[in-house]
């Protein structure tokens, strides 16, 4: 089986002594040196758990219930005490009282049983509880047959949370089935991380707002779209500075103001060496340039660094590489920013149902869909057009595989597959 490629070392590569030069750097160098710049924000409100959803929990949730609060009948039936009935034959009980969910209970007469339903309270002296489908009743007496033994159909007290122990740990994303945990010891706020402040901009003198005409030489803006619904992803607050013009000094000016406002600054195009692209120099005269160029197709202009104090990525132009380069590098980064615990997307294995025989020395994250076999195996196949480009491969695919520097794949290998799920929940 091949090895889980995706991100073979990120977390423990000691990248941040990486020289920040010319030549390529490694995905996994360039991503453990970006998280070492990753401070998490200090701020943090308290939400209502309704407006929670998709925020990182700031601190740990320690229940002061137990929950149940009592122990409480797991089913409609019969609540009795298990010494009262025959051990080989049919024992007939007086039913003496009724208790419904949301109810209290009477201690329990001896030799008879209640009538309880789910959710109720286990009135005292009762050790079980029969099922309504499992008696016959006859008058105001209900006819129980062996065997039952003490605890059956019983949920105890404490049994799904007791108190004292932490329901929800820090740095987690909070999903719908959190909040209900919160809700349910009857917590109704959370404390979370503040959203971060990512101002945005794409250069191009070529790019055009998809609400009007195009005129001869233009292109429409995508990676703007792209790049905001990622952020909305994300929970993040975006401060869009909109087309910027393929020129110093305007690059100079946004840079700036985006600097000031922002908690992170993320840009595309412009990142290369042809005359054209001036953000690259700009963060090198107005901050540091502190990594650029990876060993990744698409993506491989990716620049990273600080404006004044602020963080910066500058993402290349080409759309595909837009999507890639956010997702494995910009994400994790914003994640760490947020407080999360967890940054890497989870990656597995599948099945290569296609050959890639030329070796590359830079890691390619082929846009890839899955399938599932008539015997239940999951395979992937790949777009055919796996250029930079070409926006309709992830729009198409489910995912990416990634295929290691120096690799070569040949139909039915294991190779890793990271799902947009998992970039894009
Ligand atoms: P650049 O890195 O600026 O040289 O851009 C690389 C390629 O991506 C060029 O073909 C650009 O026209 C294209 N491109 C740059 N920005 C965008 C954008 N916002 N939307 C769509 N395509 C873009
Ligand atoms: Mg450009």
């Known amino acids: 089986m091949t090895k889980d490629t995706c991100y073979a070392n990120a977390q423990g590569s000691n990248a941040a002594q990486a020289n920040p030069a010319q030549k390529l750097m490694s ?50 039936g019969y609540a009795l005490a298990s010494d009262d009935l025959s051990a080989d034959s049919d024992t007939r009980l007086r039913i003496s009282q009724r208790i419904a969910a949301g109810q209290t209970s009477q201690a329990l007469t001896p030799g008879t049983a209640a009538r309880i339903f789910t959710g109720a309270p286990i009135p005292p002296g009762a050790d079980c509880v029969v099922m309504q489908e499992h008696c016959r009743v006859e008058g105001d007496a209900v006819i129980i047959s062996p065997p039952l033994h003490a605890g059956q159909n019983i949920r105890a007290r404490g049994e799904d949370i007791k108190s004292g122990v932490t329901i929800l740990d820090a740095g987690i994303k909070l999903r719908p089935q959190d ?32 609400n009007t005409p195009l005129a001869p030489g233009k292109i429409y803006n995508a990676n703007r779209y792209t790049l905001t619904s990622l952020l909305h992803t994300l929970h993040c607050e975006i401060i869009d500075f909109g087309i910027v013009p393929d020129n110093l ?31 690259k120099a700009t963060v090198e005269a107005l901050g540091r340039l502190e990594m650029w160029r990876i060993a990744m197709k698409p993506g491989k202009p990716l620049a990273f660094g600080h404006v004044d104090k ?88 489910h995912g990416l595989v990634c295929i290691a520097e120096d690799a070569t794949v040949q139909r039915g290998q294991m190779v890793s597959f990271i799902p947009f799920n998992e970039l894009l929940a």
């Open 179 to 210: 909040l209900g945990l919160a809700a349910s010891i009857g917590v109704a706020q959370l404390p979370v991380y503040r959203p971060l402040r990512v101002a945005i901009f794409c250069t191009g003198d070529e790019l055009t707002e998809p």
């Open 310 to 397: 602020t963080p910066f990525f500058g993402l290349p132009g080409n759309p595909v590489s837009v999507f890639a380069t956010f997702c494995l590098f910009a994400r994790p980064f914003i994640l760490r920013c947020q407080g999360m615990v967890k940054t890497l997307p989870q990656s597995f294995l599948v099945r290569a149902d296609f050959d890639w025989l030329q070796k590359g020395n830079r890691r390619e994250y082929l846009r890839a869909r899955l399938y599932t076999d008539a015997a239940g195996i999951t395979g992937a196949v790949i777009y055919p057009n796996q250029g930079s480009a070409a926006l309709t491969s992830i729009s198409w695919a």
């Open 249 to 279: 000094a305007a690059t100079r000016t946004v840079l700036a103001a985006a600097a000031q406002q922002s908690d992170l600054i993320i840009t595309s195009g412009g990142v290369s060496v042809g005359d054209e692209d001036h953000v």
């Open 27 to 76: 995905v996994d160098d360039a991503l453990a040196f970006i998280l070492s710049k990753a401070a998490p924000l200090t701020d943090i409100e308290d939400l209502e758990i309704s407006r929670a959803l998709g925020r990182v929990l700031a601190r740990p949730q320690i229940s002061t219930l137990n929950v149940p609060p009592a122990d409480n009948s797991a089913m409609d």
